[in-house]
Structure formats: structure tokens, C-alpha cells
């Protein structure tokens, strides 16, 4: 891939639209499990798309080493240093295997004493647990498949991590028809049928990216070697630029934990209907996260050019198609809100609690997408310093009060809270903006 200013929106779009349908069927791995059990019931409901929330905030926390394999390979492949770059990758697997290990274990014990920190009913704790303990088996590989595309990403290959999570999807839509109902003579599972079709995908997606990463389709070719000897000055590096991440997507976590609680506390239908705005809400960034994973792409490799001129002007053209992307969102969800619910087929309380949120939602939109914006530039140059302050500041002294606040102190139940996440986003974008402008960013050493 050249890095020109002349080639910069082709770039944009080449390296943004694979990661779209990448990130959307990532998404839509819980989005279908959540459609699916949907049939059996508003607690089958509510506690698959609580276990949901609660494996993207652990796979969050645990694969940030992405952030520095992204970077690093990135700068390495723009200073056409292929041999740094194969080794950041090696590095970052290793400290990914170990990683996900660590988190299968917790995950597989605790998983009953998590759902009961979050408030949850006995029934949704029952049936979630069930799902938590099957899924997270099989996590490790989840963290692979987000590094390992990380990586080829770095190294300009978006389409490849797209192509592997298609395929993943495709089993997890097949073994979900097949075991949550027992069609084709397959037992009917029910909730333990999605995670199993949840896991299998898991699987089958990190032997794929296994393959790319050693079949030499990108820059980034691994060899055997780098899978078994340890560089610590390279892990040094990798931890340098993704601890801050680590650290940001554990505040992020521990926060969500504390906001879901809340949303609990509202009882069963507000928890049902809050995932399915957080799902539709999912869907809705996708397009503008593309561009935020295209920018760090961009930046790394135009800083390590050292067309540093280059790197800010790939954020602000982002920012612009982010702006138009994220207003259409804001419309949609304004003009036919019930549109986007009813695809949960929910019953008549839910639909319109649900509903009622996806109007806040539209005002979301905006400053949302353009933070992502601004956070991809930032940590495609390294700086994931002052992304790790924004989220702090939006998470634990915005979003969390506001929304105890507003949903529970003044009684607006869940629509107060959706007002609180509205504000947060807000808050976050003036923040971010006025770090990026300041420009410590463009003297980051990696």
C-alpha cells in the first residue's frame, strides 16, 4: 500500500470497508446469539445479552495488546523494517496466549459470582452462567483472532481478518439453528446451544488467522521462530504502548460493570430492553469504527515514513465521512426507531422502553463516531495516554453519576440513563479534540 496524500482517500476506503464487515459480523456473533433466544423468552433474553456485555468487556480488557502489535507493525511496515515487524507480531501472540489463559480460568470459575456482582435476577444468573462457562472455554482463541488481526491490519491486509470473520460467522449462524432449537436431528440446547455455536466460531476463526499470519499474504510473513523464543525488549515495547490501552479498557470495564448494575436494578425489562439498544447501538458505530481502525493503520505507517503532515491529514478527512456517516445514523434512529427494535421481535413493554432509548441515541451518534475518530490517530502514532484520560474522565466522573442520577435519583429509569451516556459521549469529544490539537501525538517515539 503506498501512503500518499494523492492516494489518501483511496486508502481510507480500501483499508476502512473490510473492517466494517469485519467488526459488524464480530458484533453480530452476540447480536445473533441475542436474536436467536430470543424465541425462548424475555430471562433467555436478558441473560444472554448480559453474558454478552460481559465477554466483550473481558475480551476488551485482555486483547488490548492489539493496540501495540497494531502500531508497532504498522510503524515497522512504514519503515519497511520487515524483520521488527515479524517479530512484534511473534511477541504479541505469545503475550496474547498467555493472557487468554489466564482469562479462561477466571472466566470459567467465577462466571456465576459475575452475573450475581451485576444484580441479576436468579433465572438470568442461572441460564447465564450456562452460557458464560461454555463461551469461555474457548476465549483464548477469541483474543487471538483480535490481535492476529491487529496485526494484519498493521501490516495494511484488512480484508483477510474480514474474510476469516465471515466464515466464523457462517458456523455460528448454522450450529445456533441447529442446537438452540435441535433442528436436522441435533438436540435442542437452547441457551447452552448458542454458546456452543459461539465457541465453535471462536475456534474455527483463530485457526484461520493462524494460517494467514504464516501463509505470507500480507508484509507480515511469521516464521516458526517467532513463536517460541522471548524478545523482551520487544515486550517492552508492546506493553509501553498498550498498558495505557489495558489500562483505559479496565476502567472502561470496571465502569460498565457499574452502569450495567445500574441498569439491573431497574428489574428484567429494562435490562431487556437496554441490550437491545446496546446491540443496535453496536451496529450503528461500525462504519465509523472501520475508519478509526483504517486511521491507525494510516498514522503508524505515515509516521514511520515520517510524514507526520500526512498522518493528521488522514485523521481530518476521516473526520469528515465520519461526520456524514454518523448524522444519517442520527436520522435514521430518530425517523423509524421501532424499525431497528422490532428486528428483536421483544413484547410490547420492551419495544417500547427500547424504543423510547433509541431516540436519546440518535443525539449520541455524533460525538461518538468522531472520538473513535480522534482515538484511532492517537494510537496509531502510540499515544495511548490521553485516550486512557478521556475514557476515565467520561466513564467514572460523567456516565456513572449522571446516569445514578438521572435513571435512579430522579427517576427517569432507562431513558435517564441513555441521557447520561449522551452527555458522557459529549464530554469525551471536546476533551479528546483539544488533546489531539495540542499535538504530543506527532513527537511519539516507538
Given amino acids: 500500500m503506498e501512503i500518499t496524500s494523492e492516494k489518501l482517500n483511496r486508502n481510507l476506503f480500501t483499508l476502512s470497508w473490510p473492517v466494517i464487515l469485519e467488526n459488524l459480523l464480530h458484533t453480530a456473533v452476540f447480536i445473533v446469539d441475542t436474536l436467536m433466544v430470543s ?66 480460568l477466571g472466566g470459567f470459575l467465577w462466571a456465576r459470582e459475575i452475573l450475581t456482582l451485576m444484580g441479576a435476577e436468579e433465572g438470568v444468573i442461572q441460564l447465564g452462567t450456562t452460557y458464560l462457562r461454555i463461551v469461555f472455554l474457548s476465549i483464548s482463541a477469541r483474543l487471538f483472532i483480535f490481535v492476529g488481526s491487529g496485526i494484519l491490519r498493521g501490516a495494511g491486509d484488512s480484508r483477510t481478518p474480514m474474510q476469516i470473520t ?48 504464516f501463509a505470507g499474504r500480507s508484509e507480515v510473513k511469521l516464521l516458526p521462530k517467532n513463536l517460541v523464543r522471548f524478545h523482551f525488549p520487544m515486550w517492552r515495547k508492546i506493553f509501553k504502548i498498550s498498558l495505557p490501552s489495558g489500562i483505559e479498557q479496565a476502567v472502561m470495564g470496571a465502569g460498565m460493570i457499574l452502569f450495567t448494575k445500574i441498569v439491573t436494578s431497574l428489574g428484567t425489562l429494562s435490562l431487556a430492553a437496554h441490550q437491545i439498544v446496546v446491540r443496535i447501538e453496536a451496529l450503528s458505530f461500525m462504519p465509523v469504527l ?16 515520517k510524514e507526520t503532515l500526512l498522518a493528521q491529514r488522514s485523521v481530518e478527512r476521516a473526520v469528515r465521512f465520519a461526520m456524514i456517516l454518523m448524522f444519517l445514523m442520527a436520522f435514521f434512529f430518530v425517523a423509524i426507531p421501532q424499525f431497528f427494535v422490532g428486528f428483536f421481535k421483544p413484547d410490547g413493554n420492551v419495544m417500547v422502553l427500547a424504543s423510547i432509548c433509541i431516540l436519546i ?12 475518530i480522534y482515538q484511532g490517530g492517537l494510537k496509531g502514532a502510540g499515544e495511548t495516554q490521553s485516550p486512557m484520560f478521556v475514557t476515565f474522565l467520561g466513564m467514572i466522573a460523567i456516565r456513572l453519576p449522571m446516569a445514578y442520577l438521572l435513571g435512579i435519583k430522579w427517576g427517569l429509569g432507562l431513558a435517564g440513563i441513555w441521557i447520561a451516556i449522551t452527555i458522557d459521549w459529549i464530554v469525551r469529544l471536546g476533551v479528546i479534540y483539544g488533546l489531539f490539537q495540542w499535538g504530543k501525538w506527532k513527537r511519539m517515539e516507538v
Avoid at 475480551?59 to 520487515?82: E, N, P, Q, W
Avoid at 441457551?191 to 465457541?199: H, L, P, W
Fill in 39 to 104: 424465541a425462548l423468552g424475555t430471562v433467555a433474553l436478558a441473560a444472554v445479552g448480559l453474558s454478552g456485555t460481559l465477554l466483550w468487556i473481558t475480551t476488551s480488557i485482555f486483547s488490548v495488546v492489539m493496540v501495540g502489535a497494531t502500531a508497532l507493525v504498522a510503524r515497522y511496515c512504514g519503515a519497511k523494517d520487515s524483520e521488527l515487524a515479524r517479530t512484534a507480531a511473534g511477541e504479541s501472540l505469545l503475550i496474547t496466549a498467555l493472557l487468554g489463559s489466564l482469562l479462561t
Fill in 166 to 213: 465471515f466464515i466464523a460467522n457462517f458456523f455460528n449462524i448454522l450450529c445456533n439453528y441447529l442446537l438452540i432449537y435441535g433442528r436436522w436431528g441435533f438436540p435442542r440446547l437452547e441457551v447452552r446451544g448458542a454458546a456452543f455455536a459461539t465457541a465453535l466460531s471462536f475456534l474455527i476463526g483463530a485457526a484461520l488467522t493462524f494460517w494467514a499470519l
Fill in 290 to 305: 472501520g475508519l478509526s481502525m483504517a486511521v491507525t493503520t494510516l498514522v503508524g505507517q505515515s509516521l514511520g515514513a
Fill in 361 to 372: 441515541a440518535a443525539f449520541e451518534q455524533l460525538p461518538f463516531g468522531l472520538v473513535l
